[in-house]
């Protein structure tokens, strides 16, 4: 990186990696302070919507050296889209987060054709970003992920051999609870944030139920954001409506499942979505997610000076 970004996210790299599919992907991956992985590896999380997330998540890496409340060692691989498409990232990322065969909710239709008519995008790109959502590919984004991406990060990085996490927000935290519940064994927790389920058919209840009485090994945790809810727009009431509906089945089923509602809009929860995430499922000192956990509540960012 060049000195000024060095100096705005300590410790990143960034390298850009062209997947099996042909898609460009831009890559930051912020290193914990001293890290030496010689003598104590970490393990990765990886942060959804890097384009988005890495100016807002990759410092609270500094979470590590909180005296207060100590986030375990990690290595954070912010994933984004790299040359040409970076511009297009908030339509790309449809077509990467969203399972397969995932319907299109009405109320998203309609709060896109809102953004159209207040001129927050053009008729092409409200086009577009309708267009990705009916060929959607999270199957072979979570493929790249976990058998390309990974695999360079071990090598590079050193990176331990388990105890890695995912987080992922809106549509990424959709993403995040595909994975989860399709039983991907490279994540030990999960973190969801205001997951984009828009829809009550939504492809998530179809996997839920293709569970039957199975459990799921990994940690998920999953938050969203009271003003989703008391707000006027009908989509951010449905995904919130959806998630309850979600998280009520998941924790009538028992298992390692967590949830906090965040004072936050669906725009400025993000960071305290992640550092939820980081709080529960990956606190020193916690063998287990949500173990001694801090009520639900809004988190506080440590002030870097």
């Known amino acids: 990186m060049t000195a000024m970004w060095q100096g705005c996210l300590a410790d990143t790299d960034y390298f850009e990696l062209r997947s099996g599919s042909g898609h460009d992907y831009g890559v930051w991956v912020t290193t914990p302070p001293g890290y030496d992985p010689a003598t104590t590896p970490a393990p990765a999380v990886y942060v959804m919507d890097g384009n988005w997330a890495v100016g807002m998540t990759a410092p609270l890496i500094v979470t590590q050296l909180d005296p207060m409340r100590q986030i375990q060692p990690y290595v954070q691989v912010s994933v984004g889209y790299a040359g040409e498409e970076a511009q297009h990232w908030a339509r790309l990322r449809n077509r990467d987060l969203v399972p397969p065969g995932e319907p299109v909710a009405q109320e998203l239709v309609e709060a896109v054709e809102k953004g159209f008519q207040a001129g927050a995008m053009t008729r092409e790109a409200a086009d577009a970003y309708l267009a990705e959502l009916r060929d959607t590919h999270a199957d072979a984004f979570l493929g790249f992920l976990t058998t390309e991406l990974h695999p360079r990060i071990e090598r590079d990085y050193g990176t331990a051999a388990t105890g890695h996490g995912l987080f992922g927000y809106s549509y990424g935290g959709?993403?995040?609870?595909?994975?989860?519940?399709?039983?991907?064994?490279?994540?030990?927790?999960?973190?969801?944030?205001?997951?984009?389920?828009?829809?009550a058919d939504s492809q998530v209840f179809a996997q839920l139920d293709e569970m039957g009485e199975s459990e799921r090994a990994a940690r998920l945790h999953v938050t969203f954001n009271a003003r989703e809810l008391l707000g006027d727009l009908a989509v951010y009431q449905s995904i919130t409506k959806n998630t309850a509906t979600l998280l009520h089945r998941l924790t009538a089923r028992g298992g390692a499942v967590t949830s906090a509602i965040l004072d936050e809009t669906h725009v400025t929860g993000l960071q305290a979505s992640f550092l939820s995430y980081l709080r529960t499922c990956r606190a020193e000192r916690l063998h287990q997610c949500g173990q001694g956990a801090v009520p639900p509540s809004t988190p506080r960012v440590m002030p870097v000076t």
């Open 174 to 199: 959709l993403f995040s609870l595909y994975t989860w519940l399709s039983g991907c064994t490279l994540f030990e927790s999960v973190g969801a944030g205001s997951p984009g389920v828009a829809g």
